[in-house]
Nanobody, 121 residues
Framework: VQLQASGGGLVQAGGSLRLACAAS????????MGWYCQAPGKQRELVAT???????NYADSVKGRFTISRDNAKNTVYLQMNSLKPEDTAVYYC????????????????WGQGTLVTVSS
């Protein structure tokens, strides 16, 4: 399973960006997809997650500004980032919790390569 993230870049404070992450490869289903961020010198932390049924979860710091969505037919998760702040600057990683075979009892976790978001003040 491969995750390909795109959409990062440089934006001024108050601006918007849309990240996308597409999953490819052989698998039965993707249960949860999510975005995490890692700023320089800090640990990777949750931004938002979304289940296959559309239930979402957000970090308090992004509630009301970021929106996560997914297209199950395209195995793609999106992160619409509005009202960006300099403190949102980080590498953003997508993650997928995948069931590889229908008969599997366990799910597997995969990470994308990361895309850099830089917000200037």
């Amino acid at each position: 399973v491969q995750l390909q993230a795109s959409g990062g870049g440089l934006v001024q404070a108050g601006g918007s960006l849309r990240l996308a992450c597409a999953a490819s490869g052989s698998f039965f289903s993707i249960n949860v997809m999510g975005w995490y961020c890692q700023a320089p010198g800090k640990q990777r932390e949750l931004v938002a997650t979304i289940t296959s049924g559309g239930s979402t979860n957000y970090a308090d710091s992004v509630k009301g500004r970021f929106t996560i969505s997914r297209d199950n037919a395209k195995n793609t998760v999106y992160l619409q980032m509005n009202s960006l702040k300099p403190e949102d600057t980080a590498v953003y990683y997508c993650k997928a919790i995948v069931r590889k075979f229908r008969s599997d009892r366990n799910d597997y976790q995969y990470w994308g390569q990361g895309t850099l978001v830089t917000v200037s003040s």
